[in-house]
Structure formats: structure tokens, C-alpha cells
């Protein structure tokens, strides 16, 4: 059975690799700003592995094959190493297909902490910081910074027109140089 390994860079992005069943790397993830959109992609991973249509052969810029698996939305969520030959490109997305499945995940010591901490709910949902504002109705909890980030929370906008921006009158100027004296 493969396994998934995610990793963080020093930069604080994270990513992860999927291993066949033999310990080499089929395909490899983008990067995520999140621990928790790590995650996110492994899940996507698992369910769109299972259709064959949802995988998409390329070459690249020495001719070789390689193939990405796309998410529902069109995204790509996993990019394979390039192949010498198409149907050995074939055989790594039924290696995908194989082992994608797994819910066998292995990481550092530091980010299997966080994602305890994040299932728990005693971290943030989405970035793992255990600095929490706030839990929503499904048990998950927010930190100040993804709390402002999430678009079901963020404050209204105000219908104000700000003094840099163009005037509603319509002549082009800026609100500043035009209309404010009149509001």
C-alpha cells in the first residue's frame, strides 16, 4: 500500500509526494500556503484518483510524458515525474490510481503535532496556529489572521466612496479632487 508524506519548506509552504507501495515518489502536489490546504489537496487526491478521466497526459519541454490529475474544478492537484515513454506514463496513473486511496500518512514529528492540534479543534482549522479566536458550528476553530481570510465571516463592505478612487460622477477625476466637498 503507498502512503502520502507532506513536508514544509523553509519558507513555510507545505506539500506532499505520493509513494508507491516500492517507497518511490509517484506524483508530487503544488504548493499550499496552509498546512490545512495540504490536506484539502491529499483529500482531493483520494477522490479523483478513482476515474481515469480525470487524469490528463502531457509532454514536456524535452519531449517526455508526464501526467497531472485534475480536481473537479479543473485545478491540478498532482504532477508525476516525466516518463521516457507513454506507457510507462500509463502505468504511473494506474500506480496513482492504486495508491491514492491510501489513508496512510506520514510527516514530521512538528506538523503531525499541528494536524492533531487542528483535529481537535485546540488549533486553527486552516493554518494551524494555536493562537484561536473563534470556533464555527462544525467544531472547527479560527485564528485571527484565516478568521479575516474566510469570506462567510469577513465584515461587510461599506458603500463609502474612498478619496483615491474614481468620482461616481462620472467625470474621471478622483473623488478627492472632484465631488467630496459636495457629500
Known amino acids: 500500500m503507498g502512503k502520502y508524506q507532506i513536508f514544509e519548506t523553509a519558507r513555510g509552504f507545505f506539500w506532499f509526494n505520493l509513494y508507491a507501495s516500492n517507497g518511490r515518489v509517484i506524483a508530487s502536489s503544488e504548493l499550499y500556503q496552509k498546512l490545512g490546504g495540504a490536506f484539502n489537496g491529499m483529500e482531493s487526491v483520494k477522490k479523483n484518483c478513482v476515474d481515469r478521466d ?81 470556533h464555527d458550528g462544525q467544531s472547527r476553530a479560527w485564528c485571527g489572521p484565516c478568521l479575516g481570510e474566510t469570506a462567510a465571516i469577513k465584515p461587510a463592505q461599506s458603500n463609502k466612496v474612498q478619496r483615491n478612487a474614481k468620482c461616481p460622477c462620472g467625470l474621471g477625476k478622483k473623488y478627492k479632487q472632484c465631488c467630496i466637498d459636495k457629500s
Open 54 to 134: 480525470n487524469f490528463e497526459i502531457r509532454r514536456d519541454i524535452d519531449n517526455k510524458t508526464y501526467f497531472v490529475l485534475k480536481a473537479g474544478n479543473g485545478e491540478i492537484i498532482l504532477k508525476s515525474e516525466s516518463y521516457s515513454s507513454p506507457s510507462k506514463c500509463l502505468v504511473g496513473i494506474a500506480s496513482v490510481m492504486t495508491n491514492g486511496i491510501t489513508e496512510v500518512t506520514d510527516m514530521p514529528k512538528p506538523l503531525a503535532d499541528k494536524l492533531v492540534a487542528m483535529q481537535r479543534g485546540d488549533a486553527c482549522h486552516n493554518c494551524g496556529s494555536p493562537d484561536i479566536l473563534k
